[in-house]
């Protein structure tokens, strides 16, 4: 059977071997799929070395997978300058990024949210918030505030989006004076290491909707935050996990999975 894998770091406490052996059971596709420990300076070869024919990319290692596939990369992943999806083509990595439409199915098909016009909030401006920034865009929110601790790379992401009326880069520091979000978004990598910066409660409205990016323990500070300050709904990244998992075995092997079984399954000890 092939071989599939993810790559990042870290990445030990993955959950997409589990989420791709159930979505090959339940096609009945024979496969394997493996995690892969890889950073900034062995990814290309631990890539090239492990025989996958395809694979994920998980963080930090999204926009060096955007530079591997070398221009050979679906639209959506152009507009996102990251890459989470790789299918082996010839000598070359083909590349596509499906956790933009993961979000979007996971928000509006799985709980239910109309995100249109939604004044949005993301936090961050690596690899995680590229990749979801042109879908939120695409799904019709009203506007997007960029912020990131490194400016360049907020006003990196804004200039690609390629909408400067409805997308804006800020400073943290500038928070507190941008008002009410109806959508709030945490795409850092903060919390992973137990670090959030401090964030003001004016931020929240009881409409807004707070969704952090990763799930389980990473995810548990900002919702935490989210909800001390009043917001009504948080969601954690578990569900677009499971989403986009399912768009990228659609890419690799022309089926689309079921994802209800899985994300209920997974959602009862998901850690
Ligand atoms: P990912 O794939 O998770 O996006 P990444 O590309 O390494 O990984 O990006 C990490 C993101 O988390 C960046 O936006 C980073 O901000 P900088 O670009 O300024 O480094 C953000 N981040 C990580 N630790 C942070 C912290 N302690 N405070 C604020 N932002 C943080």
Not at 197 to 215: E, F, G, I, K, T
């Amino acid at each position: 059977s092939k071989h599939y894998a993810v790559f990042g770091s870290p990445i030990t406490h993955s959950q997409s071997p589990r989420i791709h052996a159930a979505f090959a059971k339940q096609t009945g596709i024979g496969m394997d799929y493996v995690a892969i420990a890889a950073n900034h300076d062995d990814f290309r070869a631990k890539l090239d070395a492990s025989g996958v024919v395809g694979a994920n990319i998980t963080l930090p290692l999204k926009e060096d997978a955007f530079a591997l596939c070398a221009g050979n990369v679906s639209a959506r992943a152009l507009r996102a300058g990251a890459v989470n999806t790789v299918l082996r083509d010839g000598a070359q990595w083909r590349g596509d990024n499906t956790d933009g439409l993961g979000l979007v199915r996971d928000l509006t098909e799985r709980h239910g949210l109309d995100l249109r016009g939604r004044r949005t909030l993301l936090l961050g401006a690596g690899g995680a918030a590229r990749g979801v920034a042109p879908a939120l865009l695409d799904a019709g929110i009203h506007s997007l505030y960029v912020i990131n601790r490194n400016s360049a790379r907020a006003d990196a992401l804004v200039d690609a989006m390629g909408e400067p009326g409805r997308t804006h880069a800020r400073a943290w520091d500038t928070l507190p004076a941008l008002g009410e979000f109806d959508l709030l978004i945490n795409a850092t990598s903060a919390s992973r290491g137990g670090q959030l910066p401090s964030l003001a409660m004016a931020l929240v409205a009881p409409r807004s909707v707070a969704v952090d990016l990763s799930y389980g323990e990473a995810a548990v500070p900002f919702l935490a935050w989210a909800r001390a300050a009043g917001c009504a709904q948080t969601v954690d990244g578990l569900g677009m996990l499971v989403e986009q998992a399912a768009e990228s075995f659609l890419l690799w092997h022309g089926v689309r999975p079921d994802t209800a079984a899985v994300f209920a399954e997974l959602s009862g000890r998901a850690d």
